[in-house]
Nanobody, 125 residues
Framework: QVQLVESGGGLVQAGGSLRLSCAAS????????MAWFRQAPGKEREFVVA????????KYADSVKGRFTISRDNGKNTVYLQMNNLKSEDTAVYYC??????????????????WGQGTQVTVSS
């Protein structure tokens, strides 16, 4: 029933920008905390950022703070990830995740019940 579909990934030069989108369906979007995770080859899935369901409060990983911005549009059932000043270490598959009424443990991938298929982000130097 629930489906999350990411888009916007691609190849970008170091220092450039990308905007990822995650379109959700089959859920009451405003009731769900949304998050972005990423996974590089040979590494475990890593928390990037989350935005809370009730008050839009956010939590960012230190590695992206000041460069990435999460936002949501409840009318469009979509969450965005604006990525600026991209670095080679940002190269990864980026995944959208959702969990209903989540207000803690945002950094734990196992907490999220729903996941998108992922979109590849490659930063060249």
């Amino acid at each position: 029933q629930v489906q999350l579909v990411e888009s916007g990934g691609g190849l970008v030069q170091a220092g450039g920008s990308l905007r990822l989108s995650c379109a959700a369906s089959g859920l009451t979007f405003s009731m769900y905390t949304m998050a972005w995770f990423r996974q590089a080859p040979g590494k475990e899935r890593e928390f990037v950022v989350a935005i809370r369901w009730n008050d839009d409060s956010t939590k960012y990983a230190d590695s992206v703070k000041g460069r990435f911005t999460i936002s949501r549009d409840n009318g469009k059932n979509t969450v965005y990830l604006q990525m600026n000043n991209l670095k080679s270490e940002d190269t990864a598959v980026y995944y959208c995740a959702a969990d209903k009424f989540l207000n803690n443990n945002y950094e734990r991938a196992r907490v999220y019940n729903y996941w998108g298929q992922g979109t590849q982000v490659t930063v060249s130097s």
